[in-house]
C-alpha cells in the first residue's frame, strides 16, 4: 500500500461524485420492477465493493468503468431473485425486457400489436421462445406482500379474502364432525335418535315438539321427557361435547 500514490482530497471528491452518478445512472432503469430505488442503489452499492475488489488496473480500463459493469449486475441479480415470486435466472429477464422493447417498436411501426412470428424472426430465435418471455413477463404477486404502508399494513390476502365464501378448511372440519355426530346417534335407540335428529335439525329443518309428536304420534310432553332422558344419558358419553357443539351451532 506504502507504493500507492494516495488521492487528493480533490480527487476523491471527482472519483466519489463519478461512481455514485454511475450507479445513480444504473438504478434508474430499473425502477418499478419489484424493488424500491434504496432498494437498487443498495445493490448498486454492493456491485460497486465487487468491482473495487476485483479492478485491476494493469488491465488497462478505467475503474469506474469496470464498477459500472459489476453495479449493473448486482441490480439484475437483485431484481431477479427478490422482485419475484418464483425466481428466474438474470439473462431470461433480460430477454423479457428485450422482447418487451421490441413489442412497443413494432406496435409503432405496424399501427398494431405484432405476432408472436413477427417478434421471433426480428429477435432470430423461436416462437416459443418470444410466447414463453411474454408468459412470464407477468408478474405474480405475493399474497404476503404490504399493499400499503404505515401502522395498518394490509396485504393481498386479506384484500382477497372473501368472507362470504365457504372456507374449505372450514367445511372439512364440519363434515369430521358430522361424522363423529353420526357415530353418536348410532348408540341410541332408533325413537330417541329420531326425536333428537327432528329437534335439533340434523339432517332436516329443525321441528318443534308439536311437530314430532305428530310424525311419530305421540304427546308433546311425552317427547319432551324423551328428550331430556337422551341427552342426560349422553352426558356420560366420551363425544358429548362435540354433539353439544353440533346441536346448538345450527349449522345443518
Known sequence: MGTIQLLSNKEEIIF????????????TPYENQGLSFSDLINEGNLGLIKGICRFDERKGYKCISYCVWWIRQSILQAISEQSRVIRCPTNKIAFYKKVKKLILKLEQNLKRKPTIKEISETLKCTEKEVDEAIL???????LDAPLSEGEETVNLYEVLTNENCENAEENLEFASLKEEIQSVLKTLPEREA????????????????????????LTRERCRQIEIHTLKRLRHTSKIRKLIYFLYSNNF
Open 16 to 27: 466519489a461524485r463519478k461512481i455514485r452518478m454511475g450507479y445513480h445512472e444504473k438504478a
Open 194 to 217: 329420531q326425536i333428537i335428529k327432528l329437534h335439533f335439525g340434523i339432517g332436516c329443518y329443525p321441528h318443534s315438539l308439536e311437530e314430532i309428536a305428530k310424525i311419530l304420534k
Open 136 to 142: 412470464n413477463s407477468y408478474k405474480i404477486p405475493s
